[in-house]
C-alpha cells in the first residue's frame, strides 16, 4: 500500500504524534464506525511510515574533505585512521 | 640573660611561630617551577623562584593528586601553601595545598566577563533553544576526526542505532586555529543543509585546551545555527560559553551520542504497542456498536425503521471485510474472536427480522421506505416485503394512530 499524500512528509517524531493521538481517538469510542474505521486506516498507514522512517536511514559514517576547489566533499571515514587532507 | 635553646627546641619554636601566623599558614605565591621531581611515594619536590629568590616546596600525595595539571619545570604557576620548618636540618619550606597555572586567573576573569556580556545580549535564553530532533537522519559533528572522541562516539551511536548516518567535519579543537575551524564548521553545516543535528565534540583537558569553545564568534555561530546543536566538550565539570549557548549541552562527547540517538529497540516496541492498541480499540468498538444495534433490533425494532437496522447491518458486513484484511496480519489473538462477531452479525440481518412476521412496507414509485400515514394517500401502490416474496397492494384507506 502507498502512503497517501498527507503523511508521506512526515518525519518520523511527527508521524509517531499522530499515531498516538489517533490511538487515543479511538480509544475514547466517539464518533461514527465510519470514522472508526478512518482512524485505524490511518493509523495503520502511520504506522508502517514510523516503521519506514526507522529503517530508511544509511548506515554510514562520513567524512568532509577539501575538494580543491574551495569546497567540500564527502569521503568514507574509515574507522582506522583518516586521509591527511583532514589534516586541521 | 635570655634562655638558651636547644637547635631541636629552636626548630620546634620556629616551626610553632610559622604555624601561628595568619598569613603564612595559607598564602599564595606566584613563581617559576624549578628543580622539579616527583619521588616513586608520589610527593612531589620543587622550588618556585622569580628572578632574585627561590623558595623550597613539597606537595605531598594527597594534595599532589588533586592538581589539575601536572607540573613542569619552566611552568609559571600560583600555588597556595602553608610555611613550614623542615625540623631535621632547620629548612624553611612551602608545604603545597593547591597549584593552579599562572594566567588562568585572567582567563576566568575574561570567560566570566564574556559570560554576563553574552547572557545579557540573550544569548543564552531558553526560549531561543530550539529542540533536538526525536530521530536525527543525519548528524553532523564537528570535532577532530582523530582521537578516542570520534570514535567513542561512532560506538555509541552503532549501539543505539545500528543504522545512524554521520557526517563529520574535521577542526582543530585546540590552539590558534580552533575556533575558527569550528565556527566554519557549524557554518558549513547550516549553509548546506544536510544534517538534522550538529554535535560539537571535544574530550577532556586544561582550561586553556578548551579555551577556543569560549570565543565569542564561536558563540554568535551556534546562536545563529538553524540546525540546533549539541555542545559536548570536556569533562562534566567543563563548562565553556558554547554549553550556554548551544541548545543542548551534553557532559560529554559519548553523552551526547547517548542524547542525539534514541535507543532504536525502544522505538520498535512503541510502534508495536501502539499498533496493538490501534486493532484492540477498533475491535471494541465495533462490539459495542454491534451490541447497541443487536439491542435495538431485538427488543424495539418496531419503534425503529427498519431501513436503519438494514443500513447498518450492511455498513457491518462491509466493515467486517475491512477488519478481517486489515487486521489479519497483525492481530492474531483477536481475530478468533473477530470471527465470532461477524458470525452473529447474521442474526442482525433484515431476513431474519422479516421471518419473525415483521414486514416492510415501501413505495414502489421512489422504492423508499414508508415509515409514516403521511407517506400513504388512498389509492396509492404499496409493496409490502415479506420473508419469501412480496404483496403488491393499494391503499384504500389511510388511518393515522397505532391500532396494532
Same mark, same amino acid.
Not at chain 2, 86 to 89: F, L, P, Q, T, V
Not at chain 2, 211 to 214: L, R, S, T, V
Given at each position: 500500500m502507498n502512503l497517501s499524500d498527507e503523511y508521506v512528509n512526515l518525519s518520523y517524531e511527527e508521524a509517531m504524534k499522530e499515531l498516538e493521538s489517533i490511538v487515543s481517538r479511538l480509544e475514547s469510542?466517539?464518533?461514527t464506525l465510519d470514522e472508526s474505521i478512518a482512524l485505524f486506516q490511518k493509523g495503520v498507514e502511520l504506522s508502517k511510515l514510523c516503521s519506514q522512517r526507522l529503517e530508511e536511514i544509511e548506515k554510514r559514517v562520513r567524512i568532509l574533505m577539501d575538494d580543491g576547489n574551495g569546497s567540500k566533499k564527502e569521503a568514507d571515514f574509515s574507522e582506522t585512521g583518516v586521509s591527511d587532507a583532514s589534516e586541521g | 640573660m635570655s634562655a638558651v635553646f636547644s637547635v631541636s627546641d629552636l626548630n620546634r619554636y620556629v616551626g610553632e611561630v610559622l604555624a601561628a601566623d595568619p598569613v603564612l599558614s595559607a598564602v599564595r605565591v606566584r613563581g617559576e617551577i624549578t628543580g622539579f621531581k616527583k619521588y616513586p611515594s608520589g610527593h612531589l619536590y620543587f622550588s618556585l623562584k622569580d628572578k632574585e629568590s627561590q623558595v623550597n616546596c613539597v606537595a605531598f600525595r594527597g594534595n599532589a593528586a588533586h592538581f589539575s595539571f601536572v607540573p613542569e619545570n619552566g611552568m609559571s604557576v600560583i600555588i597556595t601553601a602553608r610555611a613550614s620548618l623542615?625540623?631535621?636540618?632547620g629548612r624553611f619550606q612551602l608545604v603545597v595545598y593547591d597549584m593552579e597555572k599562572d594566567g588562568i586567573g585572567d582567563l576566568f576573569a575574561a570567560f566570566e566577563k564574556l559570560k554576563a556580556r553574552l547572557e545579557a545580549e540573550g544569548l543564552f535564553d531558553t526560549a531561543h533553544k530550539k529542540p533536538i530532533p526525536a530521530l536525527p537522519r543525519r548528524i553532523g559533528v564537528v570535532t577532530s576526526?582523530? &582521537?578516542a572522541v570520534i570514535q567513542d562516539i561512532i560506538h555509541v551511536l552503532s549501539r543505539r542505532f545500528p543504522n545512524f548516518d554521520l557526517l563529520i567535519y574535521p577542526s582543530?579543537?585546540? &590552539?590558534?586555529?580552533a575556533a575558527g575551524e569550528l565556527k566554519k564548521g557549524v557554518e558549513w553545516f547550516n549553509r548546506s543543509g544536510i544534517v538534522d543535528v550538529i554535535i560539537l565534540a571535544r574530550g577532556g583537558g586544561s582550561m586553556e585546551d578548551l579555551?577556543?569553545?569560549?570565543d565569542e564568534a564561536l558563540a554568535r555561530a551556534v546562536y545563529q545555527s538553524e540546525i540546533p546543536v549539541i555542545s559536548a566538550v570536556g569533562h562534566e565539570v567543563d563548562f565553556t560559553i558554547c554549553d550556554f549557548v548551544s541548545d543542548l549541552r551534553a557532559p560529554t562527547p559519548s553523552a551526547a551520542a547517548e542524547l542525539v540517538m534514541p535507543l532504536k529497540s525502544e522505538l520498535v516496541s512503541r510502534l508495536d504497542a501502539r499498533r496493538g492498541q490501534l486493532g484492540r480499540a477498533l475491535l471494541h468498538s465495533v462490539t459495542v456498536r454491534k451490541n447497541r444495534l443487536m439491542a435495538l433490533a431485538g427488543s424495539r425494532a418496531l419503534m425503529y425503521p427498519l431501513r436503519r437496522a438494514e443500513a447498518e447491518g450492511q455498513r457491518l458486513d462491509v466493515l467486517s471485510i475491512k477488519l478481517s484484511h486489515a487486521l489479519a496480519r497483525r492481530i492474531d489473538t483477536s481475530s478468533r474472536r473477530l470471527e465470532k462477531n461477524i458470525a452473529s452479525l447474521?442474526?442482525?440481518s433484515p431476513l431474519k427480522v422479516l421471518s419473525r412476521g415483521f414486514s416492510l412496507a415501501t413505495?414502489?414509485?421512489?422504492?423508499?421506505?414508508?415509515?409514516?400515514?403521511?407517506q400513504v394517500t388512498p389509492g396509492q401502490q404499496v409493496r409490502i416485503q415479506l420473508a419469501d416474496g412480496s404483496v403488491h397492494c393499494k391503499a384504500e384507506k389511510v388511518q393515522a394512530g397505532r391500532n396494532l
Open positions: 469510542g466517539e464518533g | 623542615y625540623d631535621r636540618d576526526p582523530k &582521537g582543530a579543537v585546540q &590552539g590558534q586555529t579555551w577556543c569553545f569560549n447474521d442474526a442482525l413505495d414502489p414509485q421512489t422504492g423508499s421506505c414508508i415509515t409514516s400515514v403521511t
